[in-house]
């Protein structure tokens, strides 16, 4: 294909729903793929359990931004869904006794039906009063997973055991680097699935009850279904990423899953794009290095200057607002919006389109 054609056209239907339509799309894929594989080798393990956090933080990003990127459906709630997916999957694995994939399996579908059930505002609300409905599950669940006891280990927040599936067990020594090829894998196949429902006529359900809710009643779509449906999907992914996380920090809490995790998760999805798989794996990505970055460029300036050590947390949330802010008034469209400029801009250089 050309890299000045006037567009794209197809020949065959296999090549309309191909993930990759140019040598330049393969090219990129490749070196992605031999990075991500030197990756572990290259960092120590401080970096590697960031970047580990990351991969969770992607599933999570994916999940949320099919609710609120390519259905419209505003969703205050990721926090809490993150919760019922950790606790249902720690409990099932710790206490049940059940095998990890199972319990995580579990885990997944429990969430998606929790997401259902509280998504079904969402056939009456819209907008503000919509994110004030998932503001109540995201507190709901969360004043459940604080008071009620069966969800700890005592008066101490509830343990995992060390993930072991088969014969398999991570061990101490390699803790962060097994669990980067575990988690790695976990999040392609995310992006994957996501990239191809949203292609499917589920999918497709989805984005036109984003763009006119009404037109797509019009032409024979159930809102009511797609609706309900965006909120399990969602939920899904979500519960994924909260049992990942479950069995990767070998503890749950439920200050792991307050309001402010909700907050960030949103801020991925705006930060990275609106309505772009890619996007919500670049809003991700920066999301979650900005604070690593901040405290290590703080932490040297701290120690001379005092008022930077006291006000530290401060300073961080300021900047975190300041970079949404900047988003939202320069690039609404986010951080993948940025990448396709760059990509036209040397693609059609010298000529400005």
Known sequence: MSALSTGTYFTSYRREWALRRTRAEYLRLGLIVVGLAVL????????????????????????LNILIGYTGQISLGQGGFLAVGAFSSALLYQRAELPAPISIACAV??????????????????GLYLAIAT???QEIIVFVARRWEFLRDGSAPLTVDRLHIGGFEITRELFEWQWYWILLGCAALSV???RNLLRSPVGRSFMAVRDQDIAASAIGVN?????VTAFAVSSGFVGFAGALLAHYTETVTWE????????????????GGLGSVAGAVYGAIFMSLVPVLLTE??????????????SLPA????????????????????LDRLWQRSKDYFRFWPFRY
């Open 297 to 310: 460029f703080l932490v040297p300036v701290a120690g001379a200057v005092d008022w930077v050590s006291e």
């Open 223 to 227: 809102v009511t279904r797609a609706k």
């Open 109 to 126: 579908v429990i969430t998606a039906a929790v997401g259902a059930f509280f998504g079904l505002p969402a056939l009456r609300l819209k």
């Open 40 to 63: 572990p080798y290259s960092i120590d393990f401080y970096w590697l359990s960031i970047v580990n956090m990351i991969l969770i933080a992607v599933i999570g990003a994916v999940g």
């Open 256 to 271: 792991s899953f307050t309001l402010q995790v909700s907050i960030v998760y949103v801020a991925m999805v705006i930060v």
């Open 315 to 334: 300073i961080e949330n300021a900047v975190f607002g300041l970079v949404i802010i900047g988003f939202l008034l320069f690039e609404p469209r986010g």
């Open 135 to 137: 503001l109540a599950s």
């Open 192 to 194: 994957l699935a996501a």
